[in-house]
């Protein structure tokens, strides 16, 4: 996965950037399909917003989140990535079950079902 950092109006240190690295490969786990992801920390006054944006096939995720240390920031913007990543893992795991025509619920009979032996 490649990880890009740009920083505005400060200047990265060698800790932040291994920080962001470490923090973001966590992320291959929910999803296998990433081909990039570019980091962009604005200094403004006295906080630091991190915006991350990853891209997927056929999507792209984008999150900004803003505190008073870049780390922190970058922390904050990786959870909220990660819960959508999350999701994103969801929605797609939930498709690959349905059959195709089937409305929702009428899928193939699941063990204990009834399977009409009424008298």
Excluded at 6 to 32: D, I, M, Y
Excluded at 67 to 74: F, L, Q, R, T
Aim: zero cysteines.
């Amino acid at each position: 996965m490649q990880i890009s950092l740009t920083a505005r109006h400060f200047e990265v240190t060698p800790g932040l950037r291994q920080f962001t690295n470490t923090r973001l490969e966590k992320l291959q786990k929910f999803a296998t399909d990433i081909h990039g992801v570019h980091v962009v920390v604005v200094q403004e006054k006295a906080r630091y917003e991190a915006e991350i944006t990853m891209r997927l096939n056929g999507s792209q995720l984008v999150v900004t989140e803003s505190h008073g240390e870049p780390g922190a920031a970058i922390e904050l913007a990786a959870d909220r990535l990660e819960q959508q990543l999350r999701r994103l893992k969801d929605r797609r795991t939930d498709h690959k079950g349905r059959r195709i025509g089937a409305p929702d619920g009428e899928g193939t009979p699941e063990e204990g079902d009834d399977l009409g032996d009424e008298a």
